[in-house]
């Protein structure tokens, strides 16, 4: 998926794919949808989301944003492959 904005592609084709989620609670109502965290090559995050209302849409996110966003829903690994090893 393609999207631009503010001036600037954000493509999933050719950003890293850090993880996704997806809310599998009732999966075939409208209760469905998915989240998934990219990083361009540029450094920038972005996420790509799908639900029934919306479609595809794509939202870039800020360091801070991705952070907590991996602290929720991503993998410890690829946290502190991203972002470090956090304190104790």
Do not use: C, Q, S
């Amino acid at each position: 998926m393609r999207r631009i904005i503010d001036g600037r592609m954000y493509n999933t084709d050719t950003a890293r794919f850090l993880g996704e989620w997806e809310n599998m609670k009732n999966a075939t109502d409208f209760n469905y949808y998915f989240e998934r965290l990219y990083r361009k090559k540029t450094g920038e995050f972005f996420i790509h989301t799908w639900d029934p209302l919306h479609g595809d849409f794509v939202r870039k996110m800020t360091e801070d944003e991705a952070k907590m966003w991996m602290e929720e829903k991503g993998k410890v690994e690829t946290y502190i492959e991203i972002f470090g090893e956090p304190e104790d």
